[in-house]
C-alpha cells in the first residue's frame, strides 16, 4: 500500500512540475497544479499522518517520551521509521515544494521574469527546496531594489 501512495504521490508531483515549467501558465494549468497537485498531496499527507500518529496504521515505534513527537528528534525518529512514515514525510516535500514552486512561478511572471530565468530556479525548487526558494528571494528582491531605484529617478 505505501509503495503505490509514494509511486503515485511521486507521478503526481512529476506531472504538475512538468506542467508548471513547460506549459503556458494559463489559469486553468494554474489551478489544476493548485487543486489536484497541491491540494490532493495535502490530502495524502493530512490523511496519513493522523492515521499513522493515531496507531490506525502502520504503528511506529515511541521516542522517549513513550510517545511519537515532532518535539525530540527521538520522537520524529520514530515517525519516520515506518514505510508509512517516510511515505508520508516525502508527500509533505511534495506538496510543500510545489506550493512554493507555484508561488516561485506565479510571483516571476506578475514581475516580467523571462521563463529561461524561472526555469533553472523551479528545478532547483524540485530538487532541493529551500535552496530554489532562496535563490528566487535574493534575485526578486534585487529586481525590486532595481525597480524602485528607477521608479525614484
Not at 7 to 30: F, Q
Not at 84 to 92: A, D, I, L, N, S
Request: proline letters at 3%; aromatic letters at 12%; hydrophobic letters at 55%.
Amino acid at each position: 500500500m505505501w509503495d503505490f501512495i509514494f509511486s503515485t504521490a511521486n507521478m503526481l508531483a512529476m506531472i504538475c512540475w512538468a506542467a508548471l515549467i513547460l506549459l503556458p501558465r494559463k489559469p486553468l494549468v494554474l489551478s489544476l497544479i493548485m487543486y489536484l497537485g497541491v491540494g490532493l498531496l495535502c490530502l495524502v499527507y493530512s490523511a496519513g499522518l493522523i492515521s499513522i500518529v493515531a496507531g490506525w496504521v502502520d504503528p511506529v515505534g515511541t521516542g522517549s517520551g513513550g510517545e511519537t513527537s515532532f518535539s525530540t528528534i527521538e520522537g520524529v525518529r520514530a515517525i519516520f521509521s515506518s514505510d508509512g512514515g517516510v511515505t508520508v514525510g516525502w508527500v509533505h516535500y511534495l506538496a510543500f515544494d510545489l506550493f512554493v514552486g507555484l508561488w516561485i512561478a506565479k510571483d516571476a511572471d506578475a514581475k516580467g521574469f523571462n521563463r529561461f530565468i524561472q526555469a533553472p530556479i523551479l528545478l532547483a525548487t524540485l530538487f532541493a527546496g529551500p535552496i530554489g526558494l532562496f535563490t528566487w528571494l535574493i534575485l526578486r528582491e534585487r529586481s525590486a531594489r532595481k525597480t524602485a531605484r528607477a521608479a525614484k529617478a
